[in-house]
């Protein structure tokens, strides 16, 4: 049985972790954690971990920790964990994206962020004209992996975004 000691051992580990800024590295420490508390039980470590995650006891750890203590650590520790498993998993995915229009002398300029899963914000000025080639090569990634196997599924799932995508291009006016 894991007791409350060694659960407070973890609670000081995960601590010790999450005072540090969360990197792709940093479930990987966490999974070191609870392997360490399961002295190297594989099925202990799965079972504790994925408690973790979920945000709840499994009943099959009724028995094997201190409910009390472990409960802390799940409350105090579950989101923290999710979010370094989503950085280990999609660091470099995009989180956010955000534009601001700015009217300049010469026309219309767009100043653009987007942040990653990780935290990493790129930076970067558009026109209307580089806006439009990076809205064409995108279009053409999709219908590219739109005609691969592999994506099918996540196209289907989509279909309805695709959908509103090509309404908001068919909705932008220009003058002639």
Do not use: W
Request: aromatic share 6%; glycine share 6%.
């Amino acid at each position: 049985m894991i007791e409350k000691t060694t659960t407070d051992k973890l609670s000081m580990m995960l601590k010790r972790i999450f005072t540090l800024p969360q990197t792709r590295t940093t479930f990987r420490e966490i999974q070191s954690a609870f392997m360490g508390i399961a002295n190297g039980d594989k099925e202990l470590f799965t079972d504790l971990l994925e408690s973790v995650l979920a945000g709840q006891i499994k009943p099959i750890l009724k028995d094997q920790v201190d409910i009390d203590a472990f409960t802390q650590i799940i409350s105090q520790y579950c989101i923290p964990t999710r979010v370094s498993k989503e950085i280990h998993d999609k660091g470099q995915f995009i989180s956010f994206i955000t534009s601001d229009v700015l009217s300049q002398p010469n026309g219309v300029v767009f100043s653009n962020c987007i942040k990653t899963v990780e935290g990493q914000e790129h930076r970067f000025f558009t026109d209307i004209e580089s806006t439009i080639q990076l809205i064409n090569h995108f279009v053409g990634r999709i219908h590219e992996a739109g005609g691969l196997e592999a994506s099918k599924e996540q196209m289907d799932q989509l279909s309805n975004e695709i959908e509103k995508l090509k309404a908001n291009i068919n909705s932008i006016s220009v003058s002639k």
